[in-house]
Structure formats: C-alpha cells, structure tokens
Nanobody
Framework: QVQLAESGGGSVEPGGSLRLSCLVSRFTAKTYCMGWFRQAPGKQREGVATFDSAGRATYRDSVEGRFTVSKDNTENILYLEMNNLNPEDTAMYYC???????????????????RGKGTLVTVSS
C-alpha cells in the first residue's frame, strides 16, 4: 500500500530555515498531485504548497517567496524548503498525494487519497 512518511521538522528561531522531506512509497501514478499541508494549534488545516507531475508548483500567499516545493523523482521524495520562518509558520506539517490532475494548495487535505502522519515545526525565540 502507498505510504507517506514526513521528516525534517524541529524547532528554529524566527528567520531560520528547515527542509521537510516526504518519502513516498509504492505510489506509481504517472499523473499526480503531491502537496504540503499544515495545521497550527487551534486552527484549521490549510494547504501550503503543491507539486504536480508536470513540475508545476503552487503556494499559498503567506509562504510565497519563502518556501520552495520540489521532488526528487529518483528517490520519490517530496521536499519543502522553508526559509525566513516566522512564528506563524508553527504547525504540524503533513504531506499528501493522489493521482488527480487538479493540483493546487487550495485542495482540501481530506480530499487527498494518501496522507502522512506529519512532522512538527516550531518557530520560536
């Protein structure tokens, strides 16, 4: 069965950087959408960034220019490079994937077929 495993979370000071990884196992769709979502304490889960099989990326406004989503097709790992982090980025980060052609950070996490368990990012001084 398809499995997604996130790693790379941790605690950083404001202005710091982290790189999240999502190892995607046994997912062989040629057309796909993969994405990062996050849920901050007391808030709804929201889409952060997506990456599709055509190499197109989308970002929510609050992370545009600071975060970069990419994929290593050889290792089947989805990355999220996060720079200039601020306390509002504190959240549990989840990756998700499915074989949909529609790929946008506006997609609902619950609508993705495959989802990981998350990795915690804390930004605090």
């Amino acid at each position: 069965q398809v499995q997604l495993a996130e790693s790379g979370g941790g605690s950083v000071e404001p202005g710091g950087s982290l790189r999240l990884s999502c190892l995607v196992s046994r997912f062989t769709a040629k057309t796909y959408c993969m994405g990062w979502f996050r849920q901050a304490p007391g808030k709804q889960r929201e889409g952060v960034a997506t990456f599709d099989s055509a190499g197109r990326a989308t970002y929510r406004d609050s992370v545009e220019g600071r975060f970069t989503v990419s994929k290593d097709n050889t290792e089947n790992i989805l990355y999220l490079e996060m720079n200039n982090l601020n306390p509002e980025d504190t959240a549990m980060y989840y990756c998700a994937a499915d074989a949909s052609e529609y790929c946008s950070f506006r997609r609902a996490y619950a609508g993705m077929d495959y989802r990981g368990k998350g990795t915690l990012v804390t930004v605090s001084s």
